[in-house]
């Protein structure tokens, strides 16, 4: 072989290499970018203690309760502090139709906090809640 070629195939190689390691580098930096979207945590409103009396027939029965909802984004999260009477009565509503039982009980809680999602959302001129949190719950 001529030293011409050999100097061709060589930055050839070099040239292949560089495309084949700056795509990878892109490629990596691309899913991490859509896993921190995913990931990530939106902004959060904390509505704050609730008690309410339940409907469990018979027994005088409360539940305290303390709530943070997780928002889509910052104009969702104005939109939220803006409506917070509102927000704080569909939470008692939902609440009050409740009995101790239903609120002990994992999948009670679960749909609990879907009701409380989809009641919200409907009364939202922007955004969404996309997660609701208890962070204290005590039934009395």
């Known amino acids: ?8 195939i060589r930055v050839l190689l070099i040239a292949v290499l560089i495309s084949v390691l700056a795509f990878s580098f892109w490629a ?16 959060v409103f904390n509505v704050g203690e609730v008690i309410v009396n339940l409907s469990d027939v018979g027994q005088a029965r409360y539940v305290k309760v303390e709530v943070v909802l997780e928002l889509s984004d910052e104009e969702t999260l104005k939109e939220v502090e803006k409506r917070t009477p509102q927000i704080r009565d569909i939470i008692i509503e939902i609440f009050s139709g409740q009995t101790a039982g239903n609120i002990l009980d994992q999948q009670g809680k679960d749909s609990i906090k879907a009701e409380i999602i989809k009641s919200i959302n409907l009364v939202l001129g922007i955004g969404e809640v996309k997660e609701v949190y ?6 009395q």
């Open 28 to 43: 990596c930096k691309k899913d991490k970018e859509e896993v921190e979207k995913e990931d990530s945590f939106g902004p």
């Open 1 to 8: 072989m001529r030293t011409g070629s050999k100097n061709n």
């Open 134 to 139: 208890f962070t204290t719950i005590v039934v």
